[in-house]
């Protein structure tokens, strides 16, 4: 009983509601009084639709070149997007397995019709980085599979010119 106890009361401090049972088989309520709050903040904004911004210039093949290096730079790096702990691109060191490999990206999976039957484009890729929430099929809405991606843009953990950069970095895959 003296372990339960001590686990219910750690875990009502670290903020969630604990339901247990005391020794007489009565229910005993846990709750941190800022857990609503705590939870709260860690839910992130509903599903946004994003254009590619003007000066983002992911159809001319020099500003792809030009902006690539950035983005595998911000693709690498674990502190800013961390997009190497789930995919392997040319040059990643310690890449995960958890999405796909990117290596080809702009020949093979770019080329590749999309779950729901749709052809990517530069607006789905801008987007699929931004947040890809937008782009789940409804019949896959509730599958952990397909709710595996950051979301960047929407959360701030990436501003539009980071987002832009990791894209160039995707079509600069050949």
């Excluded at 670290?14 to 800022?34: A, K, L, R, W």
């Excluded at 995960?96 to 999976?109: A, K, Q, V």
């Amino acid at each position: 009983m003296k372990v339960k106890g001590l686990l219910s009361s750690l875990l009502a401090v670290s903020g969630f509601v604990i339901f247990t049972t005391d020794s007489y088989g009565g229910s005993i309520q846990f709750e941190h009084p800022d857990a609503k709050q705590i939870m709260l903040k860690d839910i992130p904004p509903g599903p946004r639709l994003y254009a590619v911004p003007e000066n983002c210039k992911l159809n001319d093949p020099k500003f792809v070149a030009k902006k690539a290096p950035e983005g595998k730079k911000i693709f690498n790096d674990k502190k800013t997007a961390n997009c190497v702990a789930c995919h392997c691109a040319p040059g990643s060191v310690g890449c995960g397995n958890i999405g796909p490999d990117l290596d080809h990206y702009r020949t093979t999976l770019m080329k590749a019709e999309y779950i729901d039957g749709s052809k990517k484009s530069i607006d789905w890729l801008y987007q699929r980085i931004a947040d890809y929430r937008v782009q789940i099929p409804s019949e896959f809405k509730d599958h952990p599979f397909f709710n595996t991606m950051t979301v960047n843009l929407t959360t701030g953990k990436l501003n539009y010119d980071q987002v832009c950069a990791l894209a160039a970095f995707l079509l600069s895959l050949e």
